[in-house]
């Protein structure tokens, strides 16, 4: 569970709430039964016209994958490129299907490592390998769309809600006294619309792209990383390659972990030669 994407929404949730009360509005009003049916259930209605039956039933995926901390780390996935490299180099390319048992769980990663033990032309993996990541892009893409076509479509419903409720209000005039308070319930249903799209869907959205981004970023280090190892390139410039995606902090945070399993060369003088290279 991505704790951080949870504490963000109940901030922003809890912030309207408070700063209502504090300007001396009633909790009450805020809980009105028809705004709510009407700006939330015509966000699901329009939301389901838009989109074919396939990619709606994919929405507890998508949650889930807005809800959840990324599987994989860039600085972990370089450390296992390295070492894969230098297993090539010491013991040949066909060493490596010994060490794909250990990407099982890991398609991407397991299937560029077979094509290079078979032997595939490093244009071929390269082309395969960013097909992958293009269509891997375009299905989350198309399912978090979901949740941007609903942040567009919930102001719109909201202020659906606050003309049927103003059409009510002014079909009923008599009553002076009530007037003021009816137009402020008519307006709930524009706070509901306004307030969800971007409070909950639009970030929602938002949160998907940005955890999509690094993951396709981690792809692209392992398809470099990869075409390096299909080359027989050395250990310096497969990193050289693989800096480049980095900060020099969390280059340096590499250098730590491959240093540590190794036991020789100082981080700091290690990120220095690769930098010099």
Request: proline share 2%; with cysteine; glycine share 10%.
């Given at each position: ?29 805020l ?9 939330v ?21 998508i ?51 077979q ?34 076509s ?56 938002t ?71």
């Amino acid at each position: 569970m991505d704790v951080a994407t949870v504490i963000g929404l109940l901030v922003g949730l809890l912030s309207l709430i408070v700063g209502f009360l504090l300007e001396g509005g009633e909790l009450v009003a805020l809980l009105k039964v028809t705004a709510f049916l009407i700006v939330v259930g015509g966000t699901i209605g329009a939301v389901v016209v838009s989109f074919p039956g396939k990619i709606l039933a994919k929405t507890p995926f998508i949650l889930r994958y807005a809800f959840t901390k990324p599987k994989e780390r860039q600085d972990d996935t370089i450390v296992e490129l390295i070492n894969l490299a230098n297993i090539s180099r010491r013991e040949g390319l066909l060493a490596l299907e010994g060490e794909q048992r250990k990407f099982e769980n890991d398609a991407f990663m397991s299937n560029g490592i077979q094509m290079v033990v078979d032997g595939v032309d490093s244009d071929v993996i390269d082309d395969i390998l960013n097909r992958d990541i293009e269509l891997y892009e375009q299905k989350i893409l198309s399912i978090g769309k979901i949740f941007e076509s609903a942040g567009g479509y919930a102001p719109t419903m909201g202020i659906i809600g606050t003309v049927m409720g103003l059409v009510h209000v002014l079909g009923s005039l008599e009553d002076a006294a009530a007037l003021g308070p009816a137009i402020a319930v008519a307006f709930i249903a524009t706070l509901y619309g306004v307030g969800s799209a971007n409070v909950i869907y639009l970030p929602i959205y938002t949160k998907i792209r940005n955890k999509l981004a690094g993951d396709v970023l981690i792809r692209q280090l392992k398809t470099e990383g990869i075409l390096s190892i299909q080359y027989g390139e050395s250990t310096m410039i497969l990193k050289k390659k693989l800096y480049a995606f980095l900060t020099e902090e969390e280059c340096r945070k590499v250098e730590q972990k491959l240093t540590s399993r190794s036991g020789s060369v100082n981080a700091d003088q290690a990120f220095q030669e690769v930098g010099q290279l």
